[in-house]
């Protein structure tokens, strides 16, 4: 069904300092981590190589039923209803413990993955249920707890309508959902806690293969198992307190920016990995992450150094005499690998080196997708910003008290400085993109 290799995965605790420092530089606006030395951002790359899952496949958006309460019966069992009332449109995920008998149990410190998994085999009580409802359960007990979680005791019953076809089951992109669930979540999770929700041992070790200053290391003697994140162990015991918070905030300002690692899985044979073979055709574009309810865009063109290729500041494009529209960049030789050819030349006007012109187009749509989506953001905003307008003035015409007139008055003055900044900074993106 796709979760084969994530299951073989060692057990790490959770770096609760790493992670918190990463949330903090997540920025919803362009969908990626600012940091000191540029955007970086989790691609389905990652999530194949890291992870196993399959990252290409049907979308994972579930059937929308005003009630499912008949559907958790079939697949599930009666005893997940009961004391409940209709309509249900979601499972209780302590309901889901119960049944695979891990409800109040925890994975111990020293305890594998695979013998956890063991564990939970041999604690499921099939009783009267069937080989293939005893399935679903344990995997919606592992999309609900691991895959899927969030800060609720429930899961969407929609996960459910997409196991009743078991086969049918394991073709789905599940490695892209759960890239969408995670990024929904990294808006809104909270400080000090030790899971955004989502995925939370991915993000830990996304994070190490790029900038290694937290809890992991390579173990050694893993260098070649899959996935990648059976690779890495983390230091036992996360409650020692010999760091705080603002020692990792400042040990991230200061990690030196020749030590960061863009492209990690440079030399990974696809092989060894049926996700990333298959998934390949979708590293390089931008594209939607659909999770159920929720679609998040993967925006790679602010973020091309994770695709392996150089990403300068960009200067105001001039016309050449041949007509062509000409920038300067200055980068060093990147050797793009198999897929984008051999070592790149570059040259620069008066006989130096510049950037190929392929290359130079390429980063040219990356800067104008940018503004788009800045646009894009910003006649959002100005809508908004309407919006309120009317209605303050709306409220101003059927009458307030005379206490409430300066509040209003200075909201009304507020509201038209935002719509003013927001309008000339569309006018100065939309002269940039004509020319």
Request: glycine share 8%; net charge negative; with cysteine.
């Amino acid at each position: 069904m796709g979760f084969g290799h994530l299951l073989s995965v060692r057990p790490f605790h959770v770096d609760v300092l790493y992670l918190e420092a990463l949330r903090e530089r997540w920025e919803e606006d362009c969908k990626a981590f600012i940091m000191p030395w540029g955007h970086m951002i989790p691609t389905l790359e990652d999530v194949a190589y890291l992870t196993g899952l399959p990252v290409q496949g049907e979308l994972v958006v579930g059937l929308e039923r005003r009630d499912y309460y008949d559907d958790i019966v079939e697949l599930l069992g009666p005893e997940f209803v009961v004391g409940r009332r209709r309509p249900i449109r979601s499972i209780l995920l302590g309901s889901l413990s119960e049944a695979v008998g891990l409800r109040g149990r925890r994975r111990g410190p020293l305890e594998s993955l695979d013998e956890f998994c063991t564990g939970v085999r041999g604690a499921l009580d099939l009783g009267d249920r069937s080989e293939e409802r005893s399935i679903r359960i344990f995997v919606s007990y592992l999309l609900g707890r691991l895959l899927f979680s969030t800060q609720s005791s429930q899961m969407n019953c929609k996960f459910e309508m997409l196991l009743r076809d078991l086969e049918q089951a394991g073709r789905y992109a599940w490695g892209a959902a759960m890239l969408g669930h995670l990024f929904s979540l990294l808006p809104n999770s909270s400080q000090r806690s030790q899971s955004t929700g989502g995925l939370t041992p991915f993000l830990q070790i996304w994070g190490y293969t790029r900038f290694p200053m937290g809890r992991g290391t390579l173990a050694e003697g893993r260098q070649t198992i899959v996935p990648l994140m059976t690779r890495w162990e983390v230091a036992p015991d996360p409650r020692v307190t010999d760091r705080r918070a603002g020692d990792v905030r400042v040990a991230l300002d200061h990690y030196p920016h020749e030590q960061v690692v863009w492209t990690p899985d440079v030399g990974e044979a696809d092989a060894s990995l049926p996700a990333v073979a298959a998934g390949r055709p979708l590293f390089d574009p931008h594209l939607l992450l659909l999770c159920l309810g929720t679609c998040e865009v993967l925006y790679l063109e602010l973020v091309v150094r994770t695709l392996g290729w150089h990403q300068p500041a960009i200067e105001v494009p001039s016309l050449g005499r041949e007509g062509h529209s000409r920038r300067r960049f200055f980068a060093e030789d990147r050797d793009w690998g198999a897929d984008h050819g051999s070592t790149v030349a570059y040259w620069r006007e008066g006989g130096e080196q510049v950037m190929p012109e392929s290359q130079a187009i390429r980063l040219l749509e990356g800067r104008l997708a940018e503004q788009e989506v800045e646009l894009t953001r910003l006649r959002a905003e100005v809508k908004t910003l309407r919006a309120e307008q009317q209605r303050v003035r709306a409220s101003h015409d059927v009458g307030a008290s005379s206490s409430a007139q300066p509040t209003r008055g200075d909201l009304a003055v507020r509201l038209q400085e935002a719509l003013d900044r927001a309008n000339e900074r569309i006018q100065e993106l939309e002269a940039e993109i004509r020319h």
